[in-house]
């Protein structure tokens, strides 16, 4: 067993299983490497007949040389016939949901909470979260002690913020900003949500054996069937050609198009890099998506389109915002703009990645397609592996976003199955099989006209 350094806890790496480094210059302490990653300074002892293990603190916060004093004073105290673990546990019993909260925020901010998928959380996540405590958990159940929290007070929770009780008004950390917070039925159940994850972190934390959360009826948040149709489509494409008749929101209707024609999210679009677009395999490899890293297929007009922008920009980001190397930020506020007071004022860009969704069913493609194409965690199996695409999902994205710029730019389709339709398809095997032969186009489309 080696000393305890800081370059070997340094240098622990995360295993299958929760390890440990035991100390020779100190037997009993250790360093705990959690499969996490996350690495804690304990000690082990015995103490009325029971082995008991003590955890002294994170490492990073405790160094090595901290934590054997440290150490060194606790085996004191259990010679004097006092047990850490039970003070500890007597402590933690007095805990308030204000205090707990804290002790989530710290881990939360140090990246030790995990998130969908076994994942850190993300920056934007955290931001929601401490609002959420900071706006609707604390104020309604922050002085309550945590182990006194009842099924009945999460029900009560639940029920005032739906009626609003935490509604407020507050300064932003900008130049006269202001925020409003608002409850409502989804507001609730995202906040109780999170509550029972914080009380299932003091369980494992040992501060409460249960949590009263667990089977508390929660209001189903709403679910977003809005999409657009043909004649919207053409709608939003006027809208945006119009809009790009002004220089300032040029950008911003490049933007739309491209969310349009990929069914992405926002961010994805908007802070996408150049090192995540591969042109030759026709997808978007994107390193941080809300699943992971993901594989996009994209559409040959995205392709072409990038290809064409490539040419011209030659910073970090697709989409650059002002002098610096940053993504555009100016996104949400001409969004705005371009739509208010306008037939599609209540379309969001979570419409168009729906719509996009929609139209790819309404063009029969299956649903494990469709979540390939949009970066679903159901689609996330093939991703994993694809690094020369699928030709299906090639020629699928192909014929969605084919159809969709279609549509934008004012084009009627004389076919209620455009994906389906045989002089479309073999157009599309075509182009496939010309890039894996010599075989020259003409001689592949002989033929080939629609029955």
Sequence with gaps: ?????????????ARVKDYFI???????????????????????????GRSRRFTIGLHGFWTPERARQQAKVLFGKIVSGEDPSEQRQLNHQAITVKELCKLYLDDLNAGLIMGKGGRPKKPTTILCDIGRIHRHIIPLVGTRRVKDVTKADVNKVLKDVIAGKTNCSFKTGKLRGRSIVRGGAGAASRTVGLLGGILTYAIEAGIIEANPVHGVRRPKDNVRTRRLDDSEYRELGSLLREASKDDKYRRTVEIIRQLALTGCRRSEIVALRW??????????????????????????????????????????YVFPGGEEDNPFGS??????????????????????????ASVANDLGFTEATIAALIGHSRGSVTSKYIHTLDSALIIAADTISGYIKGLLDGMEFKYTSYALDRGVRKAALARFLKQISNTSTDDLMLGSKSS
């Design 1 to 13: 067993m080696p000393k305890l350094t800081k370059r070997i806890a340094d240098s622990a790496k």
């Design 22 to 48: 035991w100390d020779d210059e100190l037997p009993g302490l250790g360093l705990r490497v959690y499969t996490s990653g996350k690495r804690s300074y304990v000690i082990h002892y015995r103490f009325a």
């Design 275 to 316: 090192a995540e677009v591969d042109i030759g395999s026709s997808c978007l490899r994107l390193a941080d998506s809300k699943e992971g890293a993901s594989v996009r297929p994209i559409g040959l007009p995205v392709v072409e389109y990038l290809e064409e922008r490539g040419a011209k920009i030659s910073k970090t």
């Design 331 to 356: 996104f949400p506020n001409h969004w705005e703009k371009i739509f208010d007071n306008t037939a599609l004022s209540e379309v969001t860009p979570h419409v168009l990645r729906h719509s996009f």
